[in-house]
């Protein structure tokens, strides 16, 4: 077993954005991002792809969801799921940071993009 500090792999990583592919984890197909949203920055493209579906979880903060039937508030504490024919993007209108997990599979055994 092994313990990831998530918040200082995001610190190193060029998009606030720590992944840790399967085989990182000593899993066949699963797989973990862990994000940041700050107020006011760009919005995050989610879609898992061919072969994968994903939960996104808000840990922390407010974002907003644009998906093809609108756009819908998110909080700290709640999740949706994903499909592999999905795309929607997030986006952090608040003043706070918003904190991200996402956990997924793939059929493949690939690793997330």
């Known amino acids: 077993m092994k313990i990831y500090k998530l918040p200082q792999l995001t610190e190193a990583s060029s998009d606030d954005i720590c992944r840790l592919a399967a085989d990182k984890l000593g899993a066949s197909a699963l797989y973990l991002l862990y994000g940041r949203l700050h107020p006011g920055g760009p919005p995050h493209t989610l879609a898992p792809g061919k ?38 993007s997030i986006d952090n209108r608040s003043d706070e940071e918003a904190v991200f997990i996402i956990c997924g599979a793939a059929t493949d055994a690939g690793s997330p993009d």
Do not use: W
């Open 51 to 88: 072969g994968r579906e994903e939960i996104f979880y808000l840990v922390k903060g407010t974002i907003s969801l644009q998906t093809g039937k609108g756009s819908f508030p998110i909080n700290a504490g709640e999740c949706f799921h994903m499909g592999e024919d999905d795309s929607m």
